[in-house]
């Protein structure tokens, strides 16, 4: 007997009987009516596995491969193999030498057997199954030329993506984009970038353009993106500079400030956009008169001006390239395109695929955080795949991150990438191994405040420390230990490579045929700043400059950029001068050494520097001669004594 408002009623019992029996005469009974109801969509089913899978042990693989292949395994008793394992010897480095030369000309022929797993070609009238079937055998057919790649080349490969699901994601959303972003870390632009992707695309339609995005562009300074830029520009590749993690700030930054003063977000971002143009245009003007007051030539002028290909874009300037690409691939499809009969109404499609780590959910979250107020996701029928609506013409369709085959230099480089997982890591020495020779000594100790072990005696005092060394360092530093008692570096090893792959410790790589191979903060600094003099040789009782503290770096920096913002102080630029951008001046501890002659100031331009924090630091007061006298002791008296009486 059910119940409805707290009374009795007589088959209440009976209702969800009724919608059960309602639901099986509307569903499709037959198994022909539930693969026609979902042909060929991006529904990944039931039994449907979207875990990303880039390692498998030997049975693992070997169980992968026979369901790929359909085929069942039976396990047979057979007879013992002894392996026996020779000494190791020690290596010759001229062996060493011509093996990675044989090696690097292995990868040099065999370039063309990376190419990623296309879908086959398929027709609305084959059935689910005859689908799945035909993309699951050319899938196995790829896989095993990867092996056998492996196996007679003698070559290692990166670990790339085993799931079939995850690539039949990448297939959709191939098909249906209109153009194809590659989002990339601009640190390393080529370990992320897939040539063979791009040709996908031309094989798919050859209006169908690519587009390389490069994400976290913020960490590098001008001169790195304009090498960058003058590279891509050579190869023909179509590129553009992002920073997604500096818009979601400035997105978080701007509705804070919107709120506080209780107007929209969209006003305010018009008002400070007109704010920064004046300030920009007035600037360029202060720069103009004093090049011309240098006698400098009108050209050397508009040299100095930041180049348009270097420009880090904002939301608006990525959606407007978006839509700009977008209608230039549509128009070159000719009439005879499809999506020309659609009409003008028709939104662009633009699909985002990348390495995990890239930065690809942040590109998608800025861009759509940007438009929220006007327009609302539409999810995908899968777990991943899905759309988003970013503007009344874009969409997005987002892709599941993988990893592409590439020939392996080493495991801990990709690790240091962040393509690998920092939680499935059981060697943590070597990934930190490779962060800390590249950022080296100078930034770990400016960054972190460790204090490491000087450098042997026979090597360069900049020689980056060993990763033993920086992972103890800090891992006592913060009071980390593990359950013997020792240094826990596992724990400090995961946060040096977590804070490598955020951009806290920045190490940007420089394109092929540069004359050095990686730039890291403070370098350029570094080779401009000139000796110290011995006027400036730090006295005995203030710290050197490795030394120096963040809190007095911070206060030398803001103090610098105070001195930058005002014209009128200002000494005139120099002929091929560059100015530098706070966000990209160096984190390293060391501080440069400022030269004034103290013969050329008076009094006053004295006081000024000191207050300032510019000038000499006054020697630390003589402690006064009574602080030393020890006082008397005290007597307690006759106080818990017996009176005579």
């Known amino acids: 007997m059910g119940r409805h408002n707290g009374k009795a009623r007589k088959g209440g019992e ?63 008793r057979g007879q013992a193999v002894v392996i026996s394992m020779g000494a190791s010897g020690v290596v010759d480095p001229r062996e060493e030498a011509a093996a990675a030369e044989a090696r690097a000309e292995a990868e040099a022929r065999n370039a063309h057997r990376l190419a990623l797993p296309r879908r086959p070609a398929w027709s609305p009238e084959m059935t689910a199954e005859q689908l799945d079937l035909q993309e ?17 080349e003698k070559l290692l490969l990166t670990p790339f993506e085993k799931n079939l699901e995850v690539w039949r994601q990448l297939w959709r959303v191939l098909e249906r984009s209109d153009i194809v972003v590659q989002v990339v870390d601009a640190r390393d632009p080529l370990l992320y970038r897939s040539d063979d992707l791009e040709a996908y695309c031309r094989e798919l339609a050859a209006s169908k353009s690519s587009l390389l995005l490069l994400n976290k562009a913020d960490l590098l300074p001008p001169h790195v993106r304009t090498a960058w830029a003058n590279f891509l520009d050579t190869a023909g590749v179509d590129y553009a ?69 270097i420009k880090i874009l904002d939301v608006d300037e990525l959606l407007e390239l978006f839509e700009r690409k977008c209608a230039a691939a549509v128009a070159a499809g000719g009439p005879d395109d499809p999506r020309v009969a659609e009409g003008p109404d028709r939104r662009f499609m633009v699909g985002l695929v990348g390495y995990p780590n890239v930065g690809k959910s942040s590109t998608i979250n800025a861009l759509f955080g940007a438009k929220k ?63 800390t020779s590249r950022v080296g000594r100078a930034q770990l100790t400016a960054v972190y405040g460790i204090k490491l072990p000087p450098a042997p005696r026979h090597l360069p005092p900049d020689t980056p420390p060993t990763a033993e060394q920086a992972l103890r360092a800090y891992a006592v530093l913060r009071g980390w230990t593990a359950g013997s008692g020792l240094p826990d570096e596992t724990r400090a090893g995961r946060q040096f490579l977590r804070d490598y792959t955020n951009g806290k410790l920045v190490y940007c790589l420089m394109p092929p045929g540069s004359a050095h191979v990686g730039w890291v903060p403070g370098e350029a600094a570094a080779a401009a700043a000139p000796p110290p003099s011995a006027a400036q040789a730090p006295q005995a009782d203030e710290p050197a400059d490795g030394e120096d503290t963040e809190d007095e770096e911070g206060e030398d920096g803001e103090e610098a950029e105070e001195q930058g913002e005002d014209g009128g102080e200002a000494a005139p630029l120099a002929s091929g001068a560059t100015a530098t951008a706070p966000s990209q001046r160096p984190r390293s501890g060391a501080v440069a050494a400022r030269a004034v002659p103290a013969d050329d100031l008076d009094a006053a331009d004295l006081d000024l520097l000191q207050d300032l924090g510019l000038g000499p630091k006054e020697a630390k007061q003589k402690r006064p001669d009574y602080k030393f006298n020890k006082k008397a002791a005290r007597s307690k008296g006759d106080r818990g004594q017996l009176r005579a009486e």
């Open 373 to 435: 107020t006007a327009v609302a996701p539409t999810p995908g029928k899968t777990k991943h795949f899905q759309t988003l609506h970013v503007s009344p013409n874009v969409v997005l369709c987002d892709c599941p991150g993988l990893v592409m085959p590439k020939f392996a230099r080493s495991r801990a480089e990709m690790v240091a990438a962040g393509v690998v997982p920092i939680d499935r890591l059981t060697d943590i020495r070597q990934p930190v191994e490779v962060v």
């Open 136 to 152: 699951r055998t050319s899938f196995l057919a790829w896989r095993r030329n990867l092996a056998q790649l492996e196996e007679e």
């Open 14 to 76: 009976r209702v969800g009987a009724l919608l059960a029996a309602k639901n099986k005469k509307t569903a499709p009974t037959t198994q022909a009516a539930i693969s026609a109801a979902f042909k060929h969509t991006t529904d990944a089913g039931p039994g449907r596995n979207m875990q990303s899978v880039l390692d498998r042990n030997d049975l693992d693989e070997l169980m992968a491969l026979a369901d790929l292949a359909d085929r069942d395994f039976t396990a047979e």
């Open 241 to 309: 500079f992002w920073s997604a993690f500096s818009v979601i700030q400035e997105q978080q930054a701007l509705r804070s400030e919107a709120s506080a003063l209780g107007v929209e977000p969209a006003v305010l971002k018009k008002l400070l956009q007109q704010q920064q143009q004046e300030e920009a245009e007035r600037q360029q003007q202060y720069l103009r008169q004093r090049q011309r007051a240098a006698g400098l030539p009108e050209a050397a002028v508009e040299a100095e001006k930041e180049d348009p290909r």
